[in-house]
């Protein structure tokens, strides 16, 4: 590893295969003669409804400039990791020889499970929050090194804004942010609020408001000192809350009838998905979520070689061949099939194949899409699963 402050592999050590498992090394001169041309695909051992797939940006990069064939599902693609019969989908699918691509796998399988966990995870509390939004706060809860990542497969899972400076840049919009109660203590709670009520544009002018009082009176107080603002924002720890929604409801109540009903609220403060509805019912406006969404449960991808020199072969408990995933437009049924044959639902005909080729021959084969429009993708397609929950 190179001589660093940080226990953080580097570009070059992630392309050059020292970020990998021993035992890839250790087999690759064992490989390297046989010169072996094989498929290799990448599916989920984990039974899920539907996850948002990222992480292939990454995986794209690391492959590119290496002698192979690559396909994949779409980034922000919200789909189930199994088809209508129950069969697992894969997600990515590489030929050439396996000597370049075995000593990637675990990279491989890094960007694309967590990424995925944090975009999955981010999807869930979109559908929570809408039609309000929700800003992405966690990335002091994991390692700097990847905060870029946390970001991007936040505000791709739905996020409306990101607090992380790096991950902002990525993505390609304006960090957002509030204050901290390090600003109440160290200049005194009404200066502070002073100072961003008139200093900040509109739309950004956000109170904390639980430093050092009653989250009520405290709101009451700030909006009838500061009455431009746009929001309050509560940030309680969980010992002083009580009900945190019946105090948004007092918030709620009190500002209205004081006429400032222009005054939103934004909750924050360890949020999960399961607390959301009940707060936004109570009269929340915005949310702030961290840590349930950039410590989520990694997605459990597996690559496995599945075809050897043309010949379908694989290990027991998976299928071999290679294969494509395809979708009906119309109802919406998936299955998979070998890959060069066309799929036709009984109901509605041919069937759309999913799997789009990313690299060819090394070189990409693709348009890189910025998080924006990946997002849009995966906004709509959550819309869509609510309004089949709805119905």
């Known amino acids: 590893m190179s001589e660093g402050k940080f226990f953080i592999a580097t570009e070059k050590e992630i392309i050059d295969g020292k970020a990998s498992d021993v035992y890839f090394s250790r087999t690759l001169n064992l490989v390297l003669p ?14 899920e409804e539907w996850i ?7 995986v794209t990069n690391l492959l590119e400039g290496r002698n192979i064939d690559v396909w994949a599902i779409p980034e922000g693609t919200l789909i189930g990791t199994r088809d209508s019969r129950g069969r697992s989908i894969p997600f990515i699918v590489m030929k050439g020889n396996y000597s370049e691509i075995m000593e990637l796998e675990t990279s491989i399988l890094g960007f694309i499970c967590q990424s995925s966990g944090i975009s999955t995870e981010a999807s869930k509390v979109y559908m929570a929050c809408h039609p309000k939004p929700f800003v992405s706060f966690g990335i002091r809860r994991m390692h700097p ?14 996020a409306i804004g990101v607090s992380g400076i790096l991950g902002a840049e990525v993505i390609g919009i304006e960090p957002t942010g509030t204050m901290p109660h390090s600003v109440a203590l160290l200049m005194g709670e009404e200066k502070a609020w002073e100072y ?3 200093n900040f544009p509109p739309g950004t002018r956000t ?31 969980s010992s002083r809350r009580g009900n945190f929604p019946q105090i948004v409801r007092e918030i709620r109540w009190e500002l209205d009838i004081r006429g400032f009903t222009n005054i939103k609220i934004m909750v924050s403060g360890g949020l999960k998905k399961d607390q959301i509805q009940e707060l936004k019912d109570a009269g929340v406006d915005s949310f702030g979520v961290g840590t349930s969404i950039a410590s989520a449960r990694s997605i459990d991808f597996a690559m496995d070689i599945v075809e050897i020199d043309g010949i379908p072969s694989t290990k027991r408990g998976k299928l071999s061949g290679m294969k494509n995933v395809f979708r009906c437009e119309t109802c919406g049924f998936i299955t998979i099939g070998l890959f060069n044959e066309k799929q036709v639902c009984k109901d509605h005909g041919e069937m759309k194949p999913l799997l789009e080729q990313v690299i060819h021959n090394g070189k990409r084969s693709s348009k890189k899409l910025n998080a924006g429009k990946i997002r849009e993708r995966s906004v709509n397609m959550a819309k869509e699963l609510m309004s089949q929950f709805k119905e």
Not at 34 to 47: G, L, Q, R
Not at 145 to 158: K, L, T
């Open 52 to 58: 948002n797939f990222t992480g292939l940006e990454e």
């Open 34 to 47: 046989e010169k072996k041309m094989v498929v290799a695909e990448i599916t989920s051992s984990v039974i």
């Open 196 to 198: 961003i009520a008139n």
């Open 145 to 158: 090194g990847i905060s870029p990542m946390i970001d991007r497969a936040a505000y791709i899972g739905g």
């Open 207 to 237: 109170l904390l408001i639980d430093t050092f009082g009653d989250e009520k009176f405290k709101a009451i107080e700030a909006a009838e000192k500061f009455p431009q603002i746009d929001y309050i924002r509560i940030d309680t720890p």
